[in-house]
Every structure is written in C-alpha cells, then in structure tokens.
C-alpha cells in the first residue's frame, strides 16, 4: 500500500492568514523520498462557474521528484462541490528531457489521487469564502446606500471564516502558503522545501517555438479564466442590484425592468434631472423622478398641530433605451406609487 504522507513546514505558517492572499498554496505531498509529489494550487485563479452551481475553477500543479517523471504537470480543473466531482479543461506535461505536452483531459468523476482530493478541498473552501465576503460586501453596500454611510471594508468588518479562520484550522487541513515561488514553481520546492535532495538536470532546453506554444495554451486559459470571472463579476453585480431594490420593491417599478426608457418619459413625463454614469459594462443614463407632498395636521380650531414631509426619489437606470435597474429612496415611495 503506498504510504501517504502530509508535510508541513514551517515557513510562516503561524502568523496572520488572509484568505484572498495573492499566493500558491501547497494542499498536499504525498510519497516518501525520492518520488516525492506535491500539489500546489494557485488561490489568483479560483472562480466561481456562473454555469454550474457551486463549482469552481481552479489552476492547480503537481511537482515531482522523481527524475522519471515530468518536473511538473500544470492543469486547470473544474471542480463540482455539490457533487465532490472534478474534470480538466486544460493538462500539460513539462518534461525535463522533450517538449511539452499536451495531455487528454480527464472527464469528470470522482478525485483520483488524496492530492486530487485535496485541491478539490481547498477550491471549495476558497470559493465559498470568497463568495461569503462577496456576499457580506453586499448586504454592506446594502446597508451602506440607505443609511447614507460609508461601504465598510474587509479589514473593518469582513474577516476569513471556516477553514481560513485560523492557522490551526489550516493545519488541520493540510495547507500550507507558499508565497511568492517565483516564475518557475519547481525550483522553489528544491530551493526551500526538498533542501535534502538535488534537482534532477534538464538536459533538454524548450525552443521558441515551444516557449510560444506554451504561451498560447496559457494566454487560452487566462481568457477561458477571464471570460469566467468577468461572467460571475456581472452576476455578483446584478444580484447586488436586486438586493439593493428589495427594500423599495414597488410592483409598478419592477414592470418597468427592461423597459423602453422612452415610453417612460411618455407616461411620467420628463425626469427632473438626468445624468450619464458608467459601469462594467459601460455608460448608461441616470434618469430621477422626485415626489414629494405635505400632510398637516389641523385642530378643531384650525390650527396647524403637526406637519409631515412625503418624499420619494427615483433613480431609472437605462443603456441603449432599455432599463435595466432603478433605484427608490424616501419615506413614502410604496404610497407615491401604489
């Protein structure tokens, strides 16, 4: 039975941990010298699916010892955390002695290795607390658009939480920050971690045309990353709208989502003021709508006991003439516009 051991060095592992480091991190090393394997995952690129539920992508490596083997595997995986399933969008073998090689990428099933369980682990957990700040920013924007104050940030108020609250819940689980390796993650294993052992040679060095090669299969999945994180990004921000209009729902409002900004202007006339402001996804017009009304209070002598402001300002967001989002404030919107 092959022997499977975690290690965990001490480089730093106790002092203060924040989950969105911009590092590698190692999740697992299993074997025992010289066929030692290590499993690093790249925290910069873990994104949310916006096509799947609860899944993520994740970049990960598997550095080897053994001169036998390639110095490294580079993949990026998509991991299902519903399910515990995972598959590879994209495989490639960094030999020692020839030219890269691109891989067949595993369909997706069960993690088969603890390493592959392990990476699984750590995309999960990071995704889902990256996805909890997200959300506490959120509800703090939320919160920070009707009382008027400032958003609080992550140090403020947003700490890391689950398996990122702690260094012992991080030792618990077997991961370890790596830091900065440098542009080669191989070496720094050698350098810092594998200290008893010498690197086997490269007795082969890769051509242009093969550095090249590399560097599309990488810049296809910075863009296969990009796409994804800019896809998750929009859906971040249209929940963060829906959130923000929850307070103020009003039916006859709501309607006017997807709208023409035009037939508004025909129904409720000319807004009072209108702006141009920007986006993600670009410049979009602001169009407001103030009401306002008096109520007093009157005595049986006719006399003024009370007096009471109504208000209500709407803010109609509208790209290319069709309304996407509006915003309502005041004390009295869902009575102006029952």
């Known amino acids: 039975m092959k022997k499977i051991t975690i290690v965990i060095l001490g480089l730093g592992l106790l002092a203060p941990v924040s989950?969105?480091?911009?590092?590698?991190?190692?999740?697992?090393?299993?074997?025992?010298?010289?066929?030692?394997?290590?499993?690093?995952?790249?925290?910069?690129?873990?994104h949310s699916d916006p096509m799947k539920p609860n899944a993520y992508m994740a970049r990960a490596s598997i550095i080897y010892e053994s001169a036998d083997k390639p110095d490294r595997v580079a993949q990026l995986y998509s991991v299902n955390c519903d399910t515990g399933m995972m598959e590879t969008i994209t495989s490639q073998l960094l030999w020692r002695h020839k030219r890269v090689e691109q891989v067949p990428n595993m369909p997706l099933q069960a993690p088969r290795s603890?390493?592959?369980?392990?990476?699984?682990?750590?995309?999960?957990?990071?995704?889902?607390?990256?996805?909890?700040?997200?959300?506490?920013?959120?509800?703090?924007?939320?919160?920070?658009?009707?009382?008027?104050?400032?958003?609080?940030?992550?140090?403020q108020d947003i700490a890391p939480g689950g398996i990122f609250a702690t260094p012992e819940s991080l030792h618990e689980n077997g991961f370890l920050i790596l830091g900065d390796t440098g542009p080669i993650i191989s070496n720094f294993f050698w350098e810092k971690l594998w200290t008893d052992g010498v690197k086997p040679p490269h007795s082969r060095t890769m051509t242009?045309?093969?550095?090249?090669?590399?560097?599309?299969?990488l810049a296809q999945t910075g863009e296969q990353l990009k796409a994804t994180q800019n896809q998750a990004a929009q859906t971040l921000e249209e929940g963060q709208r829906r959130n923000r209009r929850t307070a103020y729902a009003v039916d006859s409002l709501e309607t006017w989502i997807n709208g023409s900004s035009d037939n508004l202007q025909r129904q409720w006339g000319a807004p009072e003021s209108a702006h141009m402001?920007?986006?993600?996804?670009?410049?979009?017009?602001?169009?407001?709508y103030r009401f306002h009304t008096v109520q007093q209070g009157i005595n049986a002598h006719g006399g003024v006991v009370a007096t009471r402001n109504y208000t209500c300002t709407i803010d109609f967001h509208a790209r290319s003439g069709v309304i996407f989002d509006y915003y309502a404030r005041g004390n009295y919107c869902k009575g102006f516009l029952r």
């Open 277 to 288: 402001a920007a986006d993600g996804q670009g410049r979009y017009d602001v169009l407001t």
């Open 208 to 217: 242009a045309e093969e550095w090249a090669e590399l560097g599309r299969g």
């Open 19 to 46: 989950a969105h480091a911009e590092t590698y991190w190692l999740v697992a090393q299993v074997g025992d010298k010289p066929n030692r394997e290590a499993y690093v995952v790249d925290s910069d690129f873990i």
């Open 114 to 155: 603890f390493g592959e369980h392990q990476v699984l682990k750590f995309a999960c957990a990071f995704g889902a607390e990256r996805k909890a700040i997200h959300a506490q920013q959120a509800k703090n924007a939320k919160k920070a658009w009707h009382k008027r104050t400032p958003i609080p940030t992550q140090g």
